[in-house]
């Protein structure tokens, strides 16, 4: 008798079968495919994102007739996933290979319109790495094989990503076996209705229609959250390569275009995922103003960002990811508030940023990738704090970062430490301990060689590498020791170079090698190189002008451009030709007047303009005979611009020690 249910209910199931199904089947080796595939099952199986699917763990039932379980689940899926991890090339040690057996048995049950989905690394998918593996003989492959990349961390720490996830929704849709099930139902009605009632054929019916119409709804959701997700890679993703090479243009069509779509949704429609994303999309169009050197409309879309991720916290404060995005928002107007000369505005934020980061960590404790994002929200507040933050406290931080490096050893964590580092650097050189600032930047500098060995193509890691040796530069100038500084800089200059040859249009590398030819002519300037730093100070001003003209749309291009030419004609009038300072200084003016009129200044920018009077009066000074009157005029018209920006509020950092200086320059020209 005890056997009599479980009986019955086992020989319904191939009645039952012919109407419910999976939509993937997930294979895997257990000895170390099993947490990956459990944690990709749970993912497929989201209320976001409603599929079918069978994983071992859940659906085979105990005590049950394996093989024939095998087969029937096969048999009953549409889609084969295989989990590809460096085990799974290896024959079985027990007797019967399950995961060779199951691929088997489904291109078995499926014949050519098999479709099998490997999840691997490119060293576990590639046929030419793993050329005896029984296993990928059966599977698509590396090189020419459709195969869904993972990186080997996602797979020994089975976090599926968010790529991964989105890839399988989209390439699913179309093949699910709606419509068989349909037919096999309508032929159940039909057959059904000799033998009932018109009333039970037409609640039949109505159930029918019911669940067709909240599959349809699910489904509906599933794509529009797909659609929104590829908006946000688009902005994310496609923005990155697009502002490498100077699109801004193409790109803020792009984000009009997301910002459009989102402000037209119906309301009913508009879920926490929708707002997630419509909020994402404020603050990426936010980045591409702030690249462009839009200040003040990339505040109000970052503001914008901060009030609908507020407002999410609250309605969903479980949500760890929306607390890292609240964050990054927090972040960006930390950034505004800096450029503005805001101290009091960036410790606010920063409070603020930490506040959602760190309640993201208290959520998810596990997630590095939180981690380390509290990690650098701390180091900018405490950077942010200046000299209020003492040496102990940032050795706390280093610490931190290296525990967080110990246990995931990534690139990222690497560079995190090596960041850490040089902010702790920059604090001690301004408490006066440029001995101890030195050697944190040294080890700074050590830590990103060692990352750059692991990882020589990765731009990111040459730019920071080139990036950290410009600082150390700095340092080594104020030291006395110029022929460190020189060799820092050489190092430097031969990284941006060389990446230069690889990608010759990539703006931020342009940009950073502007800059350090400009740094550089300085220090030669310092060694007596006179002839040698006007050529490095030559070229890097006409980098800068070169992309400002192929770039007109971004300010920001336009206020380095003419920086540089400001500093050029300062080495000029180092080696006493005004007449050619004069006309580099004219140039700068000009295109920051131009700019001006065409629309407006952020705070750096007329700062900068201050900075071109300011060398405009001296090239007077050094007429023969000297114009004291239009000295004074220029003079009179910088310190007028910079105080004009202190009373607002919006005098930019590298500004603030001007002001004295100047005005003692005025006290003489005057005659005080």
Request: with cysteine; proline share 3%; net charge negative.
């Amino acid at each position: 008798m005890n056997g009599m249910p479980t009986t019955e209910k086992r020989s319904r199931r191939p009645f039952l079968d012919r109407f419910f199904g999976y939509d993937y089947f997930i294979a895997h080796r257990s000895t170390d495919g099993k947490a990956y595939a459990q944690a990709l099952h749970g993912k497929l199986t989201s209320l976001a994102n409603p599929f079918r699917c069978f994983i071992d763990r859940h659906d085979y039932a105990l005590g049950g007739d394996l093989p024939r379980m095998q087969a029937t689940a096969l048999r009953k899926s549409t889609r084969l996933i295989v989990i590809v991890t460096p085990p799974a090339h290896r024959t079985s040690e027990v007797g019967h290979d399950w995961l060779l057996s199951e691929v088997r048995e489904f291109k078995a049950s499926h014949g050519i319109r098999a479709t099998i989905v490997p999840i691997g690394t490119r060293g576990t998918l590639d046929a030419t790495v793993c050329a005896e593996s029984a296993l990928l003989s059966e599977l698509p492959h590396l090189p020419q094989g459709n195969c869904v990349l993972e990186e080997e961390e996602s797979l020994l720490r089975a976090r599926p990503s968010e790529e991964t996830i989105a890839r399988l929704i989209l390439d699913f849709t179309e093949r699910r076996q709606e419509l068989n099930r349909l037919r096999l139902f309508q032929s159940l009605t039909a057959g059904l209705a000799f033998f009932l009632l018109t009333a039970g054929a037409f609640a039949i019916t109505t159930h029918v229609q019911w669940q067709r119409a909240v599959h349809n709804e699910q489904r509906a959701r599933v794509s529009k959250t797909a659609a929104e997700g590829i908006v946000d890679d688009m902005l994310r993703d496609l923005g990155q390569k697009l502002n490498a090479v100077g699109k801004l243009e193409l790109l803020e069509d792009v984000s009009r275009a997301a910002e459009n779509y989102f402000a037209r949704m119906d309301p009913e429609l508009r879920d926490n995922e929708t707002e997630i994303h419509a909020a994402l999309a404020a603050l990426l169009s936010g980045d591409i103003l702030w690249q462009k050197g839009e200040h003040d409309a990339a505040r109000q879309h970052y503001l914008k960002a901060e009030k609908q991720l507020s407002s999410l916290v609250e309605q969903t404060p479980e949500n760890a990811r929306t607390w890292r995005d609240l964050s990054a928002a927090r972040g960006a107007l930390d950034l505004v508030s800096e450029l503005d000369g805001s101290s009091d505005g960036r410790r606010d934020w920063l409070q603020k940023a930490t506040t959602a980061v760190e309640q993201a960590v208290h959520l998810e404790p596990a997630n590095f990738d939180y981690r380390r994002e509290a990690l650098l929200v701390r180091g900018r507040a405490a950077e942010a704090d200046g000299q209020t933050t003492s040496a102990a406290e940032w050795d706390a931080l280093i610490e931190s970062g290296r525990q967080l490096m110990n246990e995931n050893p990534s690139s990222l964590n690497l560079r995190l430490v090596s960041y850490l580092y040089g902010c702790a650097a920059s604090a001690d050189e301004n408490r006066g301990d440029l001995d101890k600032a030195a050697a944190r930047l040294v080890t700074a500098v050590q830590l990103m060689f060692d990352l750059e060995k692991v990882l020589p193509e990765d731009a990111g890691v040459q730019f920071d590498l080139a990036d950290c040796l410009m600082n150390l530069a700095f340092l080594k100038r104020k030291l006395e020791r110029v022929d460190e500084a020189i060799n820092a800089l050489n190092v430097a200059n031969n990284i941006t170079r060389s990446m230069r040859q690889r990608d010759p249009v990539n703006q931020e590398w342009l940009g950073l090698q502007a800059r350090l030819l400009s740094v550089s002519a300085d220090m030669l300037f310092h060694a007596d190189q006179k002839e040698r730093a006007l050529q490095m100070a030559h070229e890097g001003a006409t980098l800068l002008r070169g992309i400002q003209e192929r770039h007109p749309a971004s300010r920001k291009h336009w206020r380095d451009a003419a920086l540089a030419l400001a500093t050029f004609g300062h080495h000029l009038a180092k080696t006493g030709d005004w007449q050619a300072a004069a006309a580099s200084w004219n140039a700068a003016t000009e295109m920051l007047e131009k700019l001006s009129a065409l629309s407006g200044l952020a705070p750096d920018q007329e700062a900068t303009l201050a900075i071109t009077h300011r060398f405009l009066a001296e090239a007077e000074l050094a007429r023969m005979p000297p114009d004291l009157e239009k000295a004074r005029e220029f003079l009179s018209k910088a310190l007028d611009r910079l105080r004009r920006l202190q009373r607002e509020g919006k005098l930019p950092k590298f500004a603030m020690a001007f002001i004295g200086n100047w005005e003692k320059r005025a006290r003489e020209l005057a005659g005080d």
